[in-house]
């Protein structure tokens, strides 16, 4: 069974912080499509970083140069470094994995492409 499960979340000022974690367990971590997502309250899920199945990592624009999305494949964990973070980046964060499917097209990936979600791991911004 496929289990994701998120920690590091929590609450910073504006400039902090915050390095998420997502182990997962029940399969092998390889090149499947792996992302992190992130859910405001009274708005959509969006795309904050793609692992891509070559290696490659696109992020959404409101957080390039500042996250940075990571996995380790020996661990079966995938990482987010958020660093000088904005009040605007206040959510729930999610990591999610493709099992099965690979993605390669340098772009964020839809929801729908990926199988396995996390619970979820709040991230608060205060200014």
């Known amino acids: 069974q496929v289990q994701l499960v998120e920690s590091g979340g929590g609450s910073v000022q504006a400039g902090g912080s915050l390095r998420l974690s997502c182990a997962g367990s029940?399969?092998?971590?390889?090149?499947?499509?792996m992302g992190w997502f992130r859910q405001a309250p009274g708005k959509e899920r969006e795309g904050v970083a793609n692992i891509l199945s070559g290696g490659s990592i696109s992020y959404a624009d409101s957080v390039k140069g500042r996250f940075t999305a990571s996995k380790d494949s020996a661990k079966n964990t995938l990482y987010l470094q958020m660093n000088s973070l904005k009040p605007e980046d206040t959510a729930m964060y999610y990591c999610?994995?493709?099992?099965?499917?690979?993605?390669?097209?340098?772009?964020?990936?839809?929801?729908?492409?990926?199988?396995?979600w996390g619970q979820g791991t709040q991230v608060t911004v205060s200014s």
């Open positions: 999610a994995v493709a099992v099965g499917r690979y993605c390669y097209a340098p772009q964020l990936w839809p929801s729908q492409t990926f199988n396995y």
């Open positions: 029940g399969y092998i971590y390889s090149n499947y499509c």
